[in-house]
């Protein structure tokens, strides 16, 4: 069975340091994994996504994770943070299949501190 | 493309009654899902539907609760009697064939049972 565990529920950072935000997965097989951000009141928005491709994937806002198979990683990292990076964010596994059925982590919640 | 478009944003009401959530497609996606968002159980698949078939409602949490899709761009959740415990936040996500693995998230429908 595919999961996710985010291993911090809430981060704090400075503004323009540096993100980390932790995420370990669970797979039977080579897994889709996404990063979605939700800002207070607001649907998810896709950050990024993870197909079996280039191991570190660039996605919006300046965030990019790396898939790191040996360790059953999916870490997000942003070089310097900006206030209006606080937000939940979630790390999500695919389910079997190309159907579309999402796996989500508990999230982690960003606190950008100016 | 105005995007997934949920109704009502905000829903309260006494226990009891009849909840109807709404949620129009984006116009070609043929892949529907239901998610429910709770501060303790995080974002839990409820049901999602494949060219307007359910494919998989095996989170659906009892028979109070059910799901249609009449026609290719829109889907109907209804809770009958609502209960206090159905108070969270109802997401609807499409995707499309070609990324059947990426979703598209609604707004949101914010429901308080009372």
């Known amino acids: 069975a595919q999961s996710v565990t985010q291993l911090d529920s809430h981060v704090s950072v400075s503004e323009g340091t540096p993100v980390l935000l932790r995420c370990n997965y669970s797979?039977?097989?080579?897994?889709?994994l996404f990063w979605y951000v939700q800002h207070p009141n607001k649907g998810l928005q896709l950050l990024l996504k993870?197909?079996?491709?280039?191991?570190l994937v660039k996605g919006i806002n300046g965030f990019e994770a790396e898939f790191k198979k040996s360790e059953t990683s999916f870490h997000l990292t942003k070089p310097s943070a900006h206030m209006s990076d606080a937000a939940e964010y979630f790390c999500v596994v695919s389910g079997s299949g190309n159907t579309g059925k999402l796996i989500f982590g508990q999230g982690t919640t960003l606190q950008v501190k100016p | 493309d105005a995007g997934v478009i949920q109704s009502p944003r905000h829903e309260v009401t006494e226990m009891g009654q009849e909840v109807t959530l709404r949620c129009k497609l984006i116009s070609g996606h043929n892949s529907l899902f239901w998610y429910r968002q709770t501060m303790m159980r995080g974002l839990e698949l409820l049901i999602y539907?494949?060219?307007?078939?359910?494919?998989?409602d095996s989170g659906m949490p009892e028979d109070r609760f059910s799901a249609k899709m009449p026609n290719a761009s829109f889907s109907t959740l209804k809770i009958q009697p609502s209960e206090p415990r159905d108070s969270a936040v109802y997401f609807c996500a499409s995707s499309n064939r070609e990324g059947a693995n990426v979703l598209t998230f609604g707004a949101g429908s914010r429901l308080t049972v009372l």
């Open positions: 797979s039977s097989y080579s897994p889709s």
């Open positions: 539907f494949n060219n307007n078939v359910p494919i998989d």
């Open positions: 993870y197909t079996s491709a280039a191991t």
